[in-house]
């Protein structure tokens, strides 16, 4: 909090000379959530600010915003792996506000408050938006009504690990504070999307995270599955809830669904995830996917993945009428694209083993923003829970895109976020993330080398 404290004086100078404050987020649900809560605390305060979200933070990106020549950029969810690149474009007027992992001694710049500076872990313990929100407090304690962003943004980027998917480290203060004020409430029970919402089936169909092979995207066989079962999933001629089933129901539904998840390595582990902590935001309509916050990070990253942030970043500064309307509809569109993606998948010739490395080829058929997605739901599936997947898709013309995440099975201990660094780097791209998740953009005619040296790192 005292760094917080001075990186709060710094943008209060910014503010009261009058200058103009950009901040630049990452797509996915931890950036659209961080942007929103820095922008949102920084127009409260009466500076001169705008907010945009990108995919990647890279040299191209980094030319862009030198020529829209602002007077200061706030970084979230983003910077982290540019920090020399930064200062030589900006000086010191710019902020990172960040939780991917960074060299020690770029931790202590006074240009950066990221997680790992002070002990956190930025990939299980502190998400951007957390760290975004401890900036909000700083600038004002009136800010602490935007706790529950930083509690989506956790979310979102799967920092659920805790016992029971809780959230811990400095993402459970922030969790303290929306309980504190009523915004959100906790309980346990099963973690399916929709599940007040949406007849049990389509919940289940609709969850992707753990990937249920044989249910998740298929409505029509989790329908048949639970209905063999004899699961009542009707009640006078009306679909039933998840949260409408009795305990009875519930032992016989995690059965069923035991038999789907197979027996491999870490089933277990992905069968005990189904349960565990449910955050509710308190003030958000109970019949929308708003209500509960992972359904809500689900709908701000089908915003980013869709190519509508604006809508995402909308959402979370409040707006309840179109900008809702389309995200509920962009929701359901990419979903569909996922269903698509694995499916197409299912034949196993876009994939590629080597050793504990599944490289998945999506050159043709897998957008750039999907990548992570992608990844996410391959490692999150019995099938690979033991491996390393890594994505690849094509990036404009001249340049190739990698997403990777570590099953929750995996064996050996690594670091994607530095494999993936040290791997860019060397084939003249940029890269970064977590140890569990990670990504890189490498130029397109060393797409092959840039594999080969990070499958050698994590085989070797």
């Avoid at 915003?65 to 706030?74: C, E, G, N, Q, T």
């Avoid at 929100?133 to 956790?154: F, Q, T």
Wanted: charged residues 25%; negative net charge; contains cysteine.
């Amino acid at each position: 909090m005292a760094r917080a404290s001075d990186a709060s004086k710094q943008l209060a100078k910014v503010r009261n000379e009058g200058k103009r404050i950009v901040v630049v987020t990452h797509i996915d649900a931890d950036g659209l959530s961080s942007g929103s809560v820095a922008f949102h605390a920084l127009a409260r305060s009466g500076a001169i600010s705008s907010v945009r979200a990108i995919p990647d933070l890279d040299h191209r990106a980094l030319e862009s915003l030198k020529a829209d020549r602002f007077d200061f950029y706030l970084f979230t969810d983003l910077g982290s792996g540019m920090i020399p690149e930064l200062e030589k474009a900006f000086g010191e007027n710019f902020l990172i506000v960040d939780h991917h992992q960074l060299p020690p001694e770029q931790a202590s710049s006074p240009n950066v408050l990221n997680a790992w500076g002070f002990g956190y872990d930025g990939g299980t313990e502190a998400s951007s938006s957390t760290m975004a929100y401890m900036l909000a407090l700083a600038l004002d304690d009136k800010n602490r009504d935007l706790s529950p962003l930083a509690v989506i943004g956790a979310l979102g980027d799967r920092q659920d690990g805790g016992e029971g998917r809780s959230l811990t480290g400095l993402n459970r203060k922030a969790l303290d504070d929306a309980v504190s004020i009523g915004a959100v409430d906790v309980t346990k029970d099963f973690l399916f999307h929709g599940r007040e919402t949406r007849p049990v089936h389509e919940a289940i169909a609709l969850t992707y995270a753990p990937f249920i092979q044989g249910l998740s995207g298929a409505r029509d066989s989790t329908l048949a599955a639970l209905s063999g079962a004899g699961l009542p999933l009707k009640e006078r001629g009306r679909w039933r809830s998840l949260s409408e089933l009795s305990t009875e129901e519930k032992q016989k539904l995690l059965e069923v669904l035991t038999v789907y998840m197979g027996s491999a390595a870490g089933a277990d582990a992905a069968i005990s995830s189904l349960i565990g902590e449910v955050y509710s935001l308190r003030f958000e309509d109970s019949l929308t996917p708003l209500r509960d916050a992972r359904e809500f990070a689900t709908l701000l990253n089908a915003c980013g993945r869709m190519d509508a942030t604006d809508v995402g970043v909308a959402i979370c500064l409040g707006d309840r009428g179109a900008a809702l309307t389309d995200a509920m509809r962009l929701v359901s569109e990419y979903r569909t694209k996922l269903n698509k993606a694995i499916q197409t998948l299912q034949s196993g010739e876009k994939m590629m083993a080597h050793g504990n490395v599944m490289v998945v080829i999506g050159d043709d058929f897998i957008e750039e923003r999907m990548t992570g997605s992608i990844s996410s739901l391959l490692a999150s599936s019995d099938r690979y829970r033991d491996k390393m997947v890594l994505v690849r898709a094509r990036s404009g013309e001249t340049e190739i895109k990698f997403s990777s995440r570590l099953g929750d099975a995996f064996a050996k201990e690594v670091n994607l976020g530095l494999i993936l660094k040290e791997a860019a780097e060397k084939v003249g791209g940029v890269g970064g993330g977590h140890s569990m998740a990670a990504g890189a953009k490498v130029p397109a005619a060393r797409k092959d080398e840039f594999t080969a040296v990070v499958v050698g790192k994590i085989s070797g």
